[in-house]
């Protein structure tokens, strides 16, 4: 009896004695903070967190990723510095909130004719492989996304250019350009201030995709939305990493990292076009109004934003960068994808 309790203890101890050594090996998982200036229930902000668990499941919870909604660890026009500086190890931002830091970037919010959120965000990426811009050198992209298409909504209905004449228009970076190539009076002003100016009727419309119907509440204070898609723009958006943050990582945490992000480009241009059509429904419910441009005055919009094509290509020529080639590919791209 005494043996076989000798015996006993012997085996548990070797067995405490493996699982002490077993977590002496096992590496503590990597802790990442990930800011975005997105409030949390927001569609992005719920990708992004999924996006950040099925990278913890993948990698078998060696990295966990905790999301700082709504500009609580940077603001959004502090997000990018951030992430480079290392006050957050990722970020996600739109690059208009630094107009000029990023002056290839912006052929994407060039008005080109955008139909969809999806399209939107195919495209950037595609760019981005096919240029990989210094601009974006100081950081490890993770992904690249655009909202679909800005369009006009406003108090009265416009169904010719001739009709923005007069009309004050909030907007903002380039959508400005757009709404003055047009014949409007763009007035700049943040989105959280749009509700009360179109309530108060300081301004007759706003530029910006359906999902602000909803998401911002515009279908509240205005009545029509013109589809005006010769002329859509978008805005592009960045999810990135801190260079030293990412070389840092193993190699086959990487690679799945990389294999996730390649899925979350459609996951996220899909995502933007569940939420315009949310803001659509929002809009519709309320008896407001669609009106789709007749084919001849679509090309009449399209044609009147051309000279801002054209003001990019010959400006990125004067920095020595690639504008016209990259306003040329991106063109050739949507026509693929229409």
């Known amino acids: 009896m005494r043996i076989w309790k000798i015996w006993l203890a012997l085996v548990i101890l070797a067995g405490c004695l493996a699982e002490t050594l077993a977590a002496q090996e096992k590496p503590k998982p990597v802790n990442l903070t990930y800011s975005i200036f997105f409030p949390a229930p927001h569609r992005n902000t719920v990708l992004a967190t999924e996006w950040a668990k ?5 990698t078998g919870g060696r990295v966990k990723i905790t999301i700082y909604p709504g500009g609580t660890l940077t603001p959004s026009d502090k997000c990018y510095d951030g992430v480079e500086k290392g006050i957050s190890d990722l970020g996600m931002s739109a690059f208009a909130y630094t107009r000029g830091r990023f002056p290839l970037t912006e052929v994407i919010d060039l008005p080109l004719g955008y139909k969809s959120g999806l399209q939107a965000t195919r495209l ?26 800005g369009l006009l909504h406003t108090k009265t209905p416009v169904r010719r250019m001739e ?10 970076g380039l959508a400005a350009k757009i709404v003055e190539e ?3 009076t763009p007035v700049a002003m943040p989105m959280g201030d749009t509700y009360d100016a179109l309530s108060r009727g300081t301004v007759n419309g706003s530029m910006g995709p359906q999902e602000s119907l909803q998401g911002w509440k515009w279908g509240e204070v205005v009545k029509y939305t013109t589809e005006s898609y010769g002329a859509a723009y978008t805005t592009g958006f960045f999810v990135v990493m801190n260079l030293n943050r990412w070389n840092s ?7 799945i990292i990389e294999k996730v992000n390649d899925e979350w480009i459609d996951k996220t241009g899909r995502g933007w076009d569940e939420i315009d059509r949310a803001g659509r429904d929002f809009t519709l419910q309320r008896k407001n109004q669609f009106i789709r441009l007749s084919e001849t005055e679509n ?6 934003v051309q000279p801002i094509l054209k003001e990019y290509a010959e400006s990125m ?6 504008g016209e080639l990259a306003l040329k590919f991106c063109l050739e791209q949507l026509k693929k994808s229409r």
């Open 249 to 255: 990582l193993p190699p086959d945490v990487r690679k």
């Open 299 to 304: 090309r009449r919009w399209a044609a009147a």
């Open 54 to 58: 099925e990278i913890e499941k993948r």
């Open 163 to 172: 009709d923005l004449k007069g009309m004050k228009i909030r907007c903002t």
């Open 124 to 149: 950037i990426n595609a760019y981005y492989r096919k240029f990989t811009p210094k601009e974006l050198d100081k950081v490890k992209v993770m992904y690249l996304h655009a909202h679909g298409p």
């Open 182 to 184: 047009l014949g409007g």
């Open 317 to 322: 020529k004067s920095k020595g960068l690639p």
